[in-house]
């Protein structure tokens, strides 16, 4: 039986899973692709570190960049991470030697993906990043190759576990931002520097990655991204009085032939599909032609769910089922126009603390009303501090550059006791 | 570029959509699988029946087994359905032609696949069947591939749009099966003959594939097999009340080493996934190691779903992806042994309408008691038409031989006034 010669660099928790995985379900993957997926070589930063696999002195590397010109290795799998140093070096010269490219590294892919893209295509290898996008919930291999018919108009979802597990904590232990935090970071489910999670980076880099997938075009740096650090307990009650969730969710859509990238917090009705998506799950939800809707949900992150995503990329190069990292050749991406969301219409949720003073609602209501947003429904209610008002607003569709004047216009104003909100509100 | 002929056999709704589809966008799918699908000739019974497309007379094959030995045919869609006759000649044939073959055709599947698959792999030619089970969802590319990774303990779902569709309208709309059905037909929901759809034999056949993927194993028709004709509104009003949702679901499970496969109506908390799925769509969820869970929904029927299976199916022919047709060789499927459900454990839901007489509710609870069953909750209802009672009955984990016996034992009994409904429930 033909074989492929893999090394694993990087050996922290996912890359030690998947040494254990591979190993052990070598007979099982040889039967199904008619080619043995065979290790030969691994490499990490400190080679003495203690880990809960063993490893043969013959196949570990000193030098990890010498797997780039080794001949007993056909596939390289990166697992170090991050979009500069180490991984970067690394995966750049694979490809340069004709290497084929296995990566969970979504910094490195929606940074530098068109430029290996290019390089891999040229010397005929794969480059493959199911991994690198929602873990075990193989949405890469379902658009290039089970809906590749479809002409994709937008793809939404929740691709972001840890964001999810805080919201829908808040939501149902009834705790706020900061304690829900300390548990996810004891179960795991938040890393110690949780910002990338948090601020929505993370999000952002899956989303370029999916865009470009979606609609045949090069990845884009033209993304709104808000994250989750300034949503308060409060504002999952009040969505939840009106009949929404919060979730943040990431949005690539392709309207009048722009496309708009976007991740923030979002309203969604609770009868909605995504809406019941509790805890670190992801869910991404494609629309396209013929297909209609489509939804892939499962576990996002996590070494199990990453090690699935890994070996089918691995399997797709043992069948050689070559194919253009993002779906078409180099020569035949789109560049399309990428939009900015201000032009964009949402209708919206804010928030205003304010001091209980005559006058204020009105003053409210009329900034509205000077930048052309009609409400749809308002709520004030008095604090238990004497003295302050919150005061809730739904909008009807609007302008989002209305929506973001309305914000800060109000938020200078002295009447003010706390920075505003604004959410928007997914309404399909 | 290279290119790969392609045969249509069968012109129905089907047929057509995908002959428009495949010339429409022959040229984006020439460019992401670097290869042209190019139809060489088409086949139907009719040839001047009218339909939406135009058809050059040089691309007419009057005798459509002709297509099984054209040299300027590579590649046989097979559209005409049914597991015998025409369709079975064909795919046999074209297989042992070395022409690749991808159907839409569950029954063939589900009857010959394991003999059909034999042939392929002997001939080195793809078989391939993703347009056969639950139309737009790749749920047979994701268990081969995307999936691959994983030991799969249990598949089930909704496996038909129609059956959904009937369920669920009957608990949204307050109205009776018939009605349900009549309007699912006006809406082209329901066939005209719309029995393989209601008595569960389209659900048995894709399960039966599903089953075969899921587990390494040859086909089997070891299936119990109950479809929603004796749904009643009132078992549905019942399942509301007691929290929860009448699906029909098909289930493939292996527990200590034995598969059962089932398909019956299920009771299944409101709060699930599984129950939120309402009319047509189709939902498949897949319990795997080290994945997870994991769902994938969609269109499950319908000319534009069904297209988008074939053409990805097309596509992977395309790409040169030689693939198993169940995943792994025939010499490497394992006669797994399948069990029959009598042994296995289910809560369930019984209703009786029983005269209204004194020693009616003892004698059935005995009946409970003798067959080791124990009761749950019990509820007795008076019904409109006085002098009798509706009594509805949740059980206690039981022995499906000994559920199965209770309601033999009690339909027979003189105070019965109409069959009696033993419904199984999903609890996880």
Chains 1, 2 share one sequence.
């Not at 050996?11 to 692709?33: A, E």
């Not at 078409?328 to 032009?343: G, H, Q, Y």
Request: charged content about 25%; glycine content about 6%.
């Amino acid at each position: 039986m033909r074989k492929i010669n893999i090394a694993i660099i990087g050996l922290g928790n996912i890359g030690s899973y998947l040494y254990k995985y591979l190993n052990k379900n070598k007979k099982i993957l040889s039967k199904k692709n008619n080619c043995v997926p065979n290790i030969t070589y691994v490499s990490a930063k400190t080679k003495n570190k203690k880990r809960q696999i063993k490893i043969s002195k013959k196949k570990w590397l000193k030098n990890y960049m010498h797997a780039t010109t080794n001949k007993n290795i056909d596939l390289i799998v990166e697992l170090i991470g991050g979009s500069e140093g180490a991984a970067k070096k690394l995966v750049f010269s694979a490809l340069k030697n004709k290497k084929h490219v296995v990566t969970a590294n979504k910094a490195l892919i929606a940074k530098y993906g068109d430029q290996l893209a290019k390089i891999a295509e040229k010397n005929k290898v794969n480059l493959e990043f199911e991994a690198s996008v929602c873990g075990g919930v193989p949405i890469i291999r379902s658009l290039k190759e089970g809906l590749i018919a479809n002409k994709i108009s937008k793809i939404y979802g929740i691709f972001n576990g840890t964001s999810n597990y805080i919201l829908s904590s808040m939501d149902k232990l009834n705790k706020d931002f900061k304690e829900v935090l300390t548990d996810a970071q004891q179960l795991g489910y938040a890393e110690t520097n949780p910002s990338a999670d948090l601020n929505g980076n993370d999000v952002s880099a899956k989303l370029k990655i999916l865009t470009s997938l979606c609609f045949n075009s090069f990845l884009n740096n033209n993304i709104h991204v808000e994250g989750i650090l300034n949503i308060d307990k409060i504002d999952i009650d009040n969505a939840n009085k009106l009949g929404y969730k919060i979730k943040l969710l990431g949005f690539a859509e392709l309207i009048n032939k722009k496309i708009y990238q976007r991740v923030h917090p979002t309203l969604i009705k609770k009868s909605s599909y995504v809406a019941s998506i509790d805890g670190v799950l992801n869910a991404v939800i494609v629309n396209g032609n013929p297909v209609g809707q489509s939804v892939i949900q499962g576990e996002g992150a996590g070494p199990a769910a990453t090690t699935s995503a890994l070996i089918s990329d691995i399997s797709s190069i043992l069948r050689g089922n070559t194919k253009f990292p993002f779906s078409i050749s180099n020569s035949e991406r789109k560049k399309l126009s990428f939009a900015k969301i201000s032009d964009r219409f949402f209708s919206a949720y804010f928030r205003f603390e304010v001091l209980d003073k005559q006058g204020v609602l009105s003053n409210i209501t009329n900034i509205f009303s000077k930048n052309k947003v009609s409400i749809k429904r308002l709520i004030q209610n008095p604090n238990k501090n004497k003295g302050s008002s919150s005061i809730v607003i739904i909008t009807h569709n609007s302008k989002n550059s209305y929506l973001d004047k309305i914000l800060k216009t109000i938020n200078k104003k002295k009447y003010i006791l706390k920075e505003s909100k604004l959410i928007r509100i997914h309404d399909n």
